[in-house]
């Protein structure tokens, strides 16, 4: 077991599906506290939706952890935020104190009561959390910060409880942390060699290392404008359209 003391959880999250929009799109971001045990699964906990199958949810994303940490700096940048009054703002799953994207390295593995959970990814921030704070660049906001959040695959199933502390109990990739793949995905974007490395990171889901392959093999950043925005890609003189990697990891 690695050393590293136990974090409790401030809140275990489960969320239905409700509109986020005048056009009446159904998401699962707008979670609550689960005031028992609550069964997860290969691909969630019981009781726990999302809209967008194709771009959320699934066992890369069953899990979605968001740092209580940063709420106090998210409250010095946008002031009194009702949202921001409770856990669940960013529609996490997983809200706790003393974990954030520069602990947390993909391939982590933690012990949730009888779950055991694997750090598969950043979170890629959304058009849904525009409408959910209604500020039209709230995902920008997340993305540009780092405050992102990360996601589990789950390897072992089983309850859990609100009360439940995790364990860290296996490090294989400590040199990549969420926050350094948030620095090559959207700092040092075109870094060659971590590109490489991305590519080659075998315990990243496919689109994520193809993601990277993709800039290696272009010398260009993709457009984040859809999956940030929720606009239609615009056209490009050609007739190719921008934006037409968001079906790549977000959400």
Not at 26 to 54: E, M, N, R, Y
Not at 141 to 162: D, H, K, M, N
Not at 224 to 241: F, H, I, K, M, Y
Request: glycine share 10%; proline share 6%; with cysteine.
């Amino acid at each position: 077991m690695v050393e590293q003391a136990p974090i409790a959880l401030d809140a275990l999250l489960i969320g239905t599906l409700t509109p986020i929009d005048d056009r009446g799109t159904l998401s699962g971001i707008d979670k609550h506290p689960a005031l028992g045990p609550v069964h997860l699964g290969t691909t969630g906990f019981a009781g726990d939706h999302q809209g967008d199958l194709k771009r959320h949810g699934g066992p890369d994303k069953a899990v979605h952890h968001y740092p209580r940490d940063h709420y106090e700096a998210w409250v010095k940048d946008l002031g009194s935020v009702a949202r921001l009054e409770q856990p669940g703002a960013f529609g996490e799953n997983i809200s706790a104190l003393g974990l954030t994207e520069r602990d947390v390295a993909v391939g982590d593995q933690f012990r949730l009561g009888k779950a055991l959970l694997e750090v598969s990814q950043g979170r890629q921030p959304c058009w849904k959390l525009n409408r959910r704070f209604d500020l039209p660049d709230m995902a920008r906001r997340v993305q540009q910060t780092g405050r992102t959040g990360w996601y589990y695959r789950v390897i072992e199933t089983g309850l859990v409880s609100p009360g439940e502390r995790m364990q860290l109990v296996e490090r294989r990739y400590p040199e990549w942390t969420i926050a350094r793949l948030w620095h090559y995905l959207y700092v040092d974007t075109l870094n060659r060699d971590a590109l490489s490395e991305i590519a080659d990171l075998a315990i990243l889901p496919p689109n994520w290392r193809d993601y990277a392959a993709k800039r290696l093999q272009t010398r260009a950043v993709e457009d984040w404008s859809r999956r940030l925005d929720g606009e239609a890609p615009a056209s490009t003189p050609g007739g190719a359209v921008e934006g037409r990697d968001q079906s790549l990891p977000n959400g």
